[in-house]
């Protein structure tokens, strides 16, 4: 099902198996998704990345991340564009930005619990119901319901990350570090330039990431470069000096050794395999 609005909001809600699974494939700008399975059967390629998801998980995706169906299962797809809800400029009411989506080097994998599925199942029915509703105040009905759906799935995420530690105000500079490195990891590859954007210093970011038992920033920003890197060599026909170019390596000598380094084998031998 379908919403298409009079100036390009774009929403759509369907179950998805094997008989109409192109549609993953299909790709639109500035829209993001998310799936939820069903059953343990669907084997998917994303980002040169292969995986196997179980029943009730769920993953959140950009227009960036490339899919290959290695064995499809059945699954719920949400997905919607920015003119119909911008997660941006939204962001003080669903806070999903840099941590479901646009600020995570790894796929943001969600596995719900009993009481998780009982409240997500019972939102995913008015939405339906709300998908077939069609008066003047369907779009902002639409719109609640994904909020609901945003901000549930982004506590259930956090908690996953084990973010109860941690002040909601060193959550929010967590998340703002992830999106900044997701605007500029193509031209800022040190956790000093980043700092300066944030107005903290190099230590406070590297103590508040410590608290997370996640990466280091700087483990962050090398990753981010690394999942871009892999996306061009793998989806791409550019030669190896353009996409060291591109993600801000001025010679192909320093690209590779910072790819053999974090992969254990140099940009050629990865095209390649």
């Not at 899919?67 to 499809?72: A, G, L």
Request: charged share 25%.
């Amino acid at each position: 099902m379908k919403y298409l609005g009079h100036t390009n909001e774009y929403f759509e809600v369907c179950n998805l198996d094997s008989n109409n699974c192109d549609i993953l494939k299909t790709k639109q700008d500035s829209v993001l998704s998310l799936l939820w399975f069903e059953d343990d059967q669907t084997h998917l390629n994303i980002d040169a990345i292969d995986y196997s998801f179980e029943n009730n998980q769920i993953i959140s995706l950009t227009d960036f991340h490339q899919i290959e169906i290695k064995q499809m299962g059945k699954l719920k797809l949400l997905r919607f564009n920015k003119p119909f809800f911008c997660i941006v400029d939204h962001d003080s009411e669903v806070g999903c930005k840099g941590v479901l989506f646009y600020g995570s080097s790894s796929l943001p994998i969600l596995n719900l619990k009993p009481a998780d599925i009982e409240i997500l199942q019972a939102v995913w029915k008015m939405l339906l119901l709300e998908m077939v509703s069609k008066d003047n105040l369907q779009l902002e009905m639409l719109q609640m319901m994904l909020k609901r759906i945003l901000i549930l799935c982004t506590r259930i995420y956090k908690n996953q990350l084990d973010y109860q530690q941690i002040e909601e105000k060193q959550i929010d500079l967590i998340r703002e570090f992830n999106f900044l490195v997701e605007q500029h990891f193509r031209t800022k590859h040190s956790v000093e330039e980043y700092a300066l954007l944030l107005y903290k210093s190099p230590k406070t970011l590297a103590n508040l990431f410590k608290k997370t038992g996640n990466k280091t920033p700087s483990q962050f920003i090398q990753s981010r470069i690394m999942l871009e890197a892999r996306r061009l060599l793998r989806y791409t026909d550019k030669s190896i000096s353009e996409i060291a170019y591109e993600i801000g390596y001025e010679d192909i000598q320093s690209f590779s050794r910072f790819f053999k380094k974090q992969e254990g084998e140099s940009p050629s031998d990865f095209r390649e395999a």
